[in-house]
């Protein structure tokens, strides 16, 4: 009885042992989470100084007529300022993308060709109005390349910086009168990066996009009604009218030219599940250490835990140069390797091959998990509750005060007597 409470003691301490040192391997953990974040702050840090240069985030609104008029008599005079959004609206664009490279880092940038047409109608006001400005708003005009054009009517004006984009003066003609329609077209090419987006100002608004890039995220108020998502670009159409809309300037909408997730992002999640994992290779290898009477001491689960947090290491640094996919493969190959020599060392039986077979699976469905984003936690709860039935099978006949040799014992002891 005595040894038998002796052999309970001595299993918990050792379990509790074990735990504690799968807990302190958050320590270093935490560190290659800092590490992670550190790179990823760069890379924002290395796109927000490309964009500077090259062109940022696009977002376009007009053209529009912008004048002002005066209300009153001679002693109460008073200046009105007062705009004109088209009737129709419609942009045409092709965006074509690259990637720019500093130090280690991609920054995915596009270059943008618009065609804006649509018509302009009179109000009641603008007949008074000698000289009107057009005004296309757009958030960053270093990204401009070679000269607009904007034309109205048969007129092509003279453009100029704005406060918050182009602008070009109008001289409107002596009969014109309420209800006259002024065509208008304007093309620019421009520079830009992350996202192209567009306020719908007209009475009705259309914009047909064309693009290279083969993984757009389209957002924003409005959703396209037209959509063809292939391997070599996408094509979208928007078609609003300002009926849907109870202030047009307030509503937005577009398409984010950007990674989806970016390498750092995923092995930060990645990180998430380390702890799973060591528990799982520790609970693996003490059930076997008990099955196959072959002890791990505590060092060795210490190299261990070392290893599989070494993996989030070896991932980080081959995702500065590689894909995720295949810098994720390179580290869990390398740690599953490693550690399959350390526990056919430590086993020197089948059980090493099992618990590296295990340790290459929980790397694939870990991965597999990484690539989920609705299911992630069903699929991880549906995985642990698999690991518990697992270690519930394998321990199902397992006693640790092993009868059967204490009864032979005791034969063998009345037989001497």
Known sequence: MEKNNLLWKNLLIKVSIIAVLALLMLIPLSMVRKSVNERSYN????????????????MFTGPWLSYKYTTG????????????????????????????????????????????????????????????????????????????TFRIGNKELKVKSGDKGLKAELVLDDNAKEGDVLP????????????????????????????????PSFGGDFLPVERDVREDGFTAKWLISQITMASPSSNSFGVRLVKPVTQYRQTERATKYGLLIIFLVFIAGFVVEIISKKPINIIQ??????????????????????????????????????????????????????????????????????????FAFLAGTLLLFIILCIVMFLTRNLKLDEPRLASAKKGTDEASE
């Not at 009705?204 to 993984?215: A, G, I, K, Q």
């Not at 140069?321 to 020197?348: H, N, Q």
């Open 43 to 58: 890379h924002t840090e290395t796109i927000n100084d490309i964009t500077k240069s090259w062109g940022s985030s696009q």
């Open 73 to 148: 008599n001679d002693k109460d005079k008073e200046t009105v300022h007062a705009g004109i959004y088209p009737d129709s609206l419609k942009y045409t664009v092709n965006t074509t993308s690259q990637v720019l490279h500093r130090s280690i880092y991609d920054v995915p940038v596009y270059t943008a060709e618009l065609t804006i047409k649509g018509t302009f109608v009179l109000d009641n006001r603008l007949p008074g109005v000698k000289v009107a400005g057009v005004i296309l708003n757009m958030d960053d005009l270093k990204g401009i390349q070679g000269n607009p």
């Open 184 to 215: 208008f077209l304007v093309s620019l090419k421009v520079n830009g990066s992350e996202s192209i987006f567009f306020k719908p100002v007209g009475s009705l608004t259309e914009v047909e996009m064309t693009s290279d890039y083969p993984s």
């Open 301 to 374: 689960y210490m190299v261990i835990g070392a290893s599989l947090v070494l993996f989030y290491s070896l991932l980080l640094a081959f995702s500065d140069f590689l894909s995720f996919g295949l810098s994720y493969l390179i580290a869990a190959v390398m740690t599953t390797v490693a550690l399959g020599a350390y526990f056919i060392g430590i086993v020197k039986n089948k059980w090493a091959h099992l618990l590296t077979g295990l340790v290459a699976l929980a790397y694939g469905i870990i991965y597999i998990l990484l690539q989920m984003e609705t």
